[in-house]
């Protein structure tokens, strides 16, 4: 095994596929399997805000009638 692995908190490169820890900023590499979560959840974010702005717009504009 000679993954490379790479911060989600700094982005640099650890050599160590051993490390829990981060050499460079010392966050829990762990927390990279939670990246992907927290992307669906702030896309699933961005969808309903899109939601909300086009209701917003969609009732001013009939208001405006
Ligand atoms: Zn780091």
Redesign the pocket.
């Given at each position: 095994m000679c993954e490379e692995h790479i911060?989600?908190?700094?982005?640099?490169l650890?050599d160590d596929d051993e490390a829990l820890l981060?050499?460079?900023?010392?966050?829990n590499?762990e927390l990279g399997v939670g990246t992907l979560g927290k992307m669906k959840y702030s896309t699933h974010w961005i969808v309903v805000t899109a939601v909300v702005i086009f209701t917003v717009v969609a009732f001013t504009l009939l208001m405006m009638r």
């Open positions: 911060c989600p908190h700094c982005g640099k650890i981060c050499l460079y900023c010392g966050e590499l």
